[in-house]
């Protein structure tokens, strides 16, 4: 079962714009939330990681959303740039990470001129 | 500072044939990862190790079988490879501790003809 829902599979934004991607999860014993980014070739590497006790949590053109009681959370780039142009998971584990990580699908994201 | 280094890159197999990938870290980290990355299916838990002489199984154990012996490698095993077993396989280190990240290698790139 897919306990880590990842949308959309692919993405398209225009340089300049937000990238919007969105994961929902099930299991309520999550307790950190993590987003990886992925060029072309190389391994995934953490971005940016959010606990459930705030609502949102920004690190430059990052932002992380959490929706507890939705049990959603999200991913905003703002400002996109070509370089930001990589394949992007969500994740999810409990014990604050030190639990194994379930992964989301995975979305690519194209940022164009 | 090497990190976490995956050995080979590339192989091509055979159906039946048999081999081991290599996972070496120098972070020190306890907990180490296998996973494989699959088109439309994100990142899949294969087996873990939470410290030397320690392995568990994640969600696709079956037809792999892993080792640690030394806390710094942990090797990944296909006794009889089948074309199913076709991927992308990252290993990862993590630290214990809250909302320490992932640290992954750069892939190996599998394909059983």
């Known amino acids: 079962q897919q306990q880590v829902k990842q949308s959309p599979q692919s993405l398209i934004v225009q340089k300049g714009g937000i990238s919007i991607i969105n994961c929902a999860y099930e299991n309520t014993a999550f307790d950190y939330f993590p987003w990886y980014q992925q060029f072309p070739g190389k391994g995934p590497a953490l971005l940016i990681a959010?606990?459930?006790?705030?609502s949102e949590k920004k690190e430059g053109r990052f932002t992380i959303s959490f929706n507890k009681s939705a049990k959603q959370f999200s991913l905003h780039i703002m400002d996109s740039q070509p370089g930001d142009s990589a394949t992007y998971f969500c994740?999810?584990?409990?014990?604050?990470?030190?639990?194994?990580?379930?992964f989301g699908t995975g979305t690519r994201l194209t940022i164009i001129p | 500072n090497a990190g976490v280094t995956q050995t080979p890159k590339f192989r091509v197999l055979k159906t039946g044939q048999s081999m081991t990938l290599l996972c070496a870290q120098d972070m020190n980290h306890e907990y180490m990862y296998w996973y494989r990355q699959d088109p439309g299916m994100g990142l899949r838990l294969i087996h873990y190790s939470v410290g030397e002489g320690t392995t568990a199984k994640g969600e696709v154990p079956d037809g792999y079988n892993v080792s640690r012996l030394k806390k710094q490698n942990f090797l990944l095993g296909l006794e009889s490879a089948a074309p199913s077993q076709t991927s992308v396989y990252f290993c990862?280190?993590?630290?214990?501790?809250?909302?320490?990240?992932?640290?992954f290698g750069s892939g190996t790139r599998l394909t059983v003809v």
């Open positions: 994740a999810a584990s409990m014990d604050f990470g030190n639990e194994k990580l379930t």
């Open positions: 959010i606990r459930p006790d705030v």
């Open positions: 990862a280190g993590k630290t214990r501790g809250p909302n320490y990240g992932y640290t």
